[in-house]
């Protein structure tokens, strides 16, 4: 393909795109360019593999460290597995792409996102969202788009599109809209407690601007020739979907209007309405029969289309009466359940937190400055995580088995929207120094378990004794959309979820939002239809809120007697070397002779710790008096390390040394220093003198016996 830039510009900032430069071979490709970050974003389609019944849709971001100038530590010296934030990224661009693919294509699609070049400014994110609709275009692959994506700042009350790193750490709000011509296709969003209507109006800012970028990339195909590829969709055999229907339409309304019924009694009712009505009356068919024919010769058509009648019949259930399958109205939340401590006090809070059949337990540990994780080994700017939530789903949480593998990108997704929700109401450095740890096990499954994270991360905070600004909460709405027809769910639970168009996550304070999450299932939604989905979340979660907060309403006061207690002083940073000693020998002795452990911070802020609260103190003492700054006339205890010809050494403090010349040993003359003193006396002394470069020169006279009184009772506290 020829060479093509094209610029865009809005908000004073440039997005510039270069077509048939890179990557020939690729089915498409793009370099989407602001700043100095680049990213070359392809999408090739492959042949379907045999027996294939969903979109092989794979999206992969890749990040080298050449794109900041830098070499990959280890022993390799090349990329190894992808960071947490590349794995985000990757989820990022996947969620509003995929569902405008049409469902029934079944090729092998990948698109791959590679940052090229990084200026720690711009991030790469949402340019490469962007890149991946172009990419797709340029490869011909069916597509409903095109798609853009930008990210959304508020700096004080102003909106801005596409804020550098350093304006979204200064802002109150992190969002990233995606959308369509259709409307807003994918939402995520972290928030300092904003209202309701502010979210709603940065969402419609945000998607003003996704306008633009897709009118440019209308514009880019007109000048190149490109029309967005269709596809027939394949042909549905009418009368074994009139075969299904007429024998099991009946069966299913009447499951579905079973309220009392849980999940899994539904799930084996619906089986058993496809075994006894469907897969029987075909069995019994003549083996000449077309029906026959087609059911054999396409095995999963018969379950493809016995789940599209349950999806339209329980979808018309809520359209036109306004029931769900569990006999809610539509904005109803499913029963809660709270509780707090359910672990030992070896745990150092827990929280359990149920809503209908979903459980997730959730364990806070409270852990030292040392255990926070660094983020500077990647291509982002260097910081150091303090919160840490994790979270974690095992088969058994929905009465599978499968094998345990590590966390997959599902997990690293909704452990990061569990941890955005929370990361607002978190305390200070200054006001709590601990690393907080949460891990989330989702112990059963059915609907939101993101959220219910949410909700056990505030018990089991609360139950550590972490000061929270305010308790979080959080529910996930749903959609049924058929034609102009729009109904909103509160609370869907799993077969609403699998079954409908929208996943809409609003996590957040009695005062307002702190997460958003939004996946569609459909092409776009309009912006009123959005904002009363987050209206209608607001008094579910204050629902959720009041039930927690009836189990624990405040943070403990105490700690758990296992949690580190944590002391911190201030040190002058010039002064750092002194207590890490040579090789770390003075830090190490600290932690072997009082057994707490010692974090020192650049600043010179000192955190101690050790889960008995006097061994910390002692350490504390430790440091204190090593570093505390010595004036001339102040009297001290010491002890005698060493002796010269013209006089002795005194250690007044840890890691402090003064001498004491031969004439200030006594009243008189002194033939012989070792008359007066010998090593590892202890004597009572006063700063005479600190010469130009910081030496001590100590005497034994002049000093009043209350000096020396007082300076033997500080000695022996210390």
Not at 412 to 417: C, K, P, S, V, Y
Not at 572 to 577: F, M, N, S, T, V
């Amino acid at each position: 393909m020829q060479e093509y830039d094209k610029s865009i510009s809005f908000d004073g900032r440039d997005i510039r795109l270069k077509i048939g430069l890179l990557a020939p071979q690729a089915g498409g490709a793009v370099l989407i360019q602001s700043g100095e970050t680049a990213v070359l974003v392809t999408a090739t389609r492959a042949a379907g593999r045999e027996g294939i019944d969903f979109l092989p849709l794979t999206v992969d971001y890749e990040e080298r460290l050449y794109a900041a100038g830098r070499i990959p530590g280890g022993f390799l010296r090349r990329e190894g597995r992808p960071p947490e934030r590349a794995i985000l990224t990757g989820r990022l661009i996947d969620r509003p792409i995929r569902p405008l693919f049409p469902s029934w294509l079944r090729d092998d699609l990948q698109i791959v996102a590679t940052t090229l070049s990084m200026d720690e400014e711009v991030p790469p994110d949402v340019l490469a969202v962007t890149g991946a609709s172009v990419a797709t275009i340029l490869a011909k692959i069916p597509f409903y788009g095109p798609m853009a994506a930008v990210r959304v700042g508020l700096i004080g009350d102003d909106f801005i599109i596409n804020p550098t790193y350093k304006e979204i750490d200064a802002g109150d709000l992190d969002l990233v809209v995606a959308g369509t011509p259709d409307g807003v296709v994918m939402v995520e969003a972290g928030a300092n407690q904003l209202p309701e209507q502010d979210v709603i109006e940065a969402i419609d800012f945000g998607y003003e601007a996704v306008r633009d970028l897709i009118k440019a990339q209308q514009e880019l195909m007109q000048e190149l020739g490109i029309e967005i590829a269709t596809a027939e969709p394949p042909v549905v055999n009418e009368t074994l979907k009139t075969f299904i229907s007429d024998r099991a339409s009946a069966s299913i309304k009447k499951i579905l209007s079973q309220y009392d019924l849980d999940k899994n009694a539904r799930d084996e009712a619906l089986d058993e309405i496809k075994e006894t009505a469907i897969n029987s009356a075909i069995a019994e068919l003549p083996d000449d029969d077309p029906l026959k024919v087609a059911a054999s010769e396409t095995p999963k058509i018969v379950p493809n289309l016995f789940k599209d009648l349950t999806k339209k019949l329980m979808r018309a259930q809520i359209l036109d009466e306004g029931m769900r399958v569990d006999g809610r109205k539509l904005d109803e939340v499913r029963p809660i359940a709270c509780r707090v401590g359910v672990l030992p006090n070896r745990v150092h809070g827990s929280g359990l937190f149920r809503r209908g059949l979903t459980q997730v337990l959730s364990i806070a540990t409270l852990g030292t400055p040392g255990d926070a994780q660094d983020l500077g080994d990647d291509l982002h700017p260097e910081d150091l995580k303090r919160y840490l939530h994790h979270y974690n789903f095992p088969p058994y949480s929905v009465g599978e088995t499968r094998p345990m593998r590590s966390p997959g990108r599902r997990e690293i997704g909704h452990g990061a929207l569990a941890e955005r929700a929370i990361l607002p109401i978190l305390p200070t450095q200054e006001e709590f120094p601990y690393v907080l740890r949460v891990v989330s096990e989702v112990l059963s499954s059915n609907g939101s378990t993101s959220m219910g994270s949410v909700c056990g991360s505030t018990l089991a905070l609360m139950d550590a004794g972490v000061p929270l600004q305010k308790p979080v909460s959080g529910a996930a709405m749903g959609l049924i959309k058929e034609g102009d027809e729009v109904r909103i769910l509160t609370d869907i639970q799993g077969i609403e979820d699998f079954l409908g168009d929208m996943d809409f996550k609003v996590a957040g304070t009695d005062t307002g939002i702190t997460a958003l999450q939004m996946d569609m299932k459909i092409t776009g939604l309009k912006m009123e239809t959005i904002a009363k989905a987050i209206e209608q979340a607001r008094p579910a979660r204050l629902h959720i809120l009041e039930k927690m907060l009836s189990t624990i309403d405040t943070p403990r006061t105490e700690l758990s007697p296992y949690a580190p207690r944590l002391l911190t002083i201030k040190i002058d940073p010039d002064l750092i070397g002194l207590v890490i000693g040579p090789g770390g020998k003075t830090i190490k002795g600290i932690t072997e002779q009082t057994g707490a452990k010692v974090d020192i911070e650049d600043d010179g802020t000192v955190t101690i710790s050790a889960v008995e609260g006097e061994k910390a103190e002692k350490a504390k003492k430790l440091i204190y008096n090593m570093t505390r700054k010595l004036n001339e006339g102040d009297v001290y205890v010491g002890r005698v390390t060493r002796i010269i010809q013209i006089g002795a050494f005194v250690e007044v403090l840890p890691g402090k040394e003064g001498m004491i010349h031969i004439s200030q040993l006594a009243e008189g003359r002194v033939g012989r220093v070792e008359d007066e003193v010998a090593v590892g006396d202890e004597v009572v002394v006063k700063v005479r003198e600190i010469d130009n470069k910081g030496r001590l020169n100590l005497t034994r006279l002049g000093i009043h016996p209350d000096e020396a009184a007082a300076a033997r009772k500080a000695a022996a506290i210390a």
